[in-house]
């Protein structure tokens, strides 16, 4: 149980009320610990798309049947790529195709450092990419209408092809999703390494999961901030093995200290179909907890790391100054704090100390009269 601390102190000179609040960080430290992480597939699944005329295009990446899949090139742009059918009524053939085109260009409204368009709870407005196409008679151009209200995993495409030999063809409307899935990390952190488990439900329907272990290795050169996800296995809702590869390194950046963010790549993302697909998926893992206050969340910090002692407080008063003797950790920063009133929900910052010796001792300037208020806590 965490519990506040509090060390009163009144002495009464001259109509000065001199208080002293120790304030203690709640921290404790247990071996298992739990971070949240979010799971995202790089590829989009379409449904089959449909024209005003009655004709269809259907994606794949599968080189003899259709699993919907429009793919990430990893090479910058565009950005996706698939092969595809087209079965126009008016054409004795089905048509075979490829095409690669551009996903909308990223947006980041909740500042979270995450493409907007691959976050179910964030909406993509409206908006027109483009990208090229090739079939055996002929190649040109796409234009693809996107959109997808925030909170649903399903959006809308509008694939425009335009040939440079005929023209403007016909405009296909397909549905696509985005696979997502979130659920806890359970940890242990080590020194070297941390094991887990993830237990992760697909957004919008729960039904669908992915279970199993994790395990990351510390960079030697900068554990706190790099790690490495090694080979593994999850498995999904129908007790199906889904091996994984070791990986690119997993990193913590500066700008959102308590997120870790790297890639996933499974032998075969899609059991369903016979081929392997929708391979590749994105990681991010937030953990706020941080047992020793100091800035680095436990999943990658030293295990058993002490928490900062809580501060210890004595004061006494001269004529012209308030001098608290402050006791605690050597090497971390203590903030006074002051207020006129208890009542007062914002504390002023008065000063911070970086402890040099236990305890040591600091000066304020006496008030003139009145009430006044301090309290001291550990900087986290």
Known sequence: MCMDSHLNQRQKRRGLVVLIALLVACTSWVAAQTAQARFYCLSLRFQQGSSQSGATLDLTTLPSSVNGELAPTFFGRPTHFSDFILNDPTEIDLIPGSLDLDTPPPLDANHNGFNDFFEV????PTSVTTGTYQTPVDDGTVRATWGRSAGSSVGACVIQMTSKQFGQLLAFTHAFELLEYTGPLSYTPGTNRVTGTVDLRQTGAPQNRFVGPVEFVKSGADPYN???LQAGAWTNALSEWLPFFKDDSYQREVQWPTNYFGYLEFDDGDLSTPEWDFCYWA????????????????????????PPRAPTVGVSLTASSVVLSIGGTVGRVHEIQGATSLSLKDWKPVQSVTLGSDPQTVSLTRPAAGEKFWRVRVVP
């Open 121 to 124: 709870s964030q909406g993509v």
């Open 226 to 228: 790099q790690l490495e």
């Open 283 to 306: 990681v991010s893992i937030d953990d706020v907890n941080d047992a020793d206050q100091d800035g680095i969340p436990d999943f990658s910090d030293d295990p058993g790391a002490a």
